[in-house]
Nanobody, 123 residues
Framework: QVRLVESGGGSVQPGSSLSLSCRAS????????VGWYRQAPGKGRELVAA????????EYADFLKGRFAISKDKARNILYLQMNSLQPEDSAKYSC????????????????WGQGTQVTVSS
């Protein structure tokens, strides 16, 4: 079974940047759809960014307005999420996920989750 371990969360001020990492074991990230979800207290889980297998073009949630970037280090089997211009509404638990299909079209499926890393943005 795949193990996904996130790191890089923390508490920052508005306008700051953070980079999240997700290390995978037992699976090659480039063979699956991988991405990041987030969930804030009292709210539902929302898809932030995802990329399908191979050299597919990443997709992002519309609310990000170009502030985040997802990338893969294929050699090290690590997934990243670079988050810029963070705002208080970005505060949430961010989880790495792995699965198949196209998640933004709701035809894909998530089969594995990481435990998540907390991101808090406040002044």
């Amino acid at each position: 079974q795949v193990r996904l371990v996130e790191s890089g969360g923390g508490s920052v001020q508005p306008g700051s940047s953070l980079s999240l990492s997700c290390r995978a074991s037992e699976r090659t990230l480039n063979d699956y759809t991988v991405g990041w979800y987030r969930q804030a207290p009292g709210k539902g889980r929302e898809l932030v960014a995802a990329v399908e297998p191979g050299d597919s073009r990443p997709e992002y949630a519309d609310f990000l307005k170009g502030r985040f970037a997802i990338s893969k280090d294929k050699a090290r089997n690590i997934l990243y999420l670079q988050m810029n211009s963070l705002q208080p509404e970005d505060s949430a638990k961010y989880s790495c996920a792995l699965g198949r299909g196209r998640w933004f079209s709701s035809t894909g499926v998530v089969t594995d989750w990481g435990q998540g890393t907390q991101v808090t943005v406040s002044s």
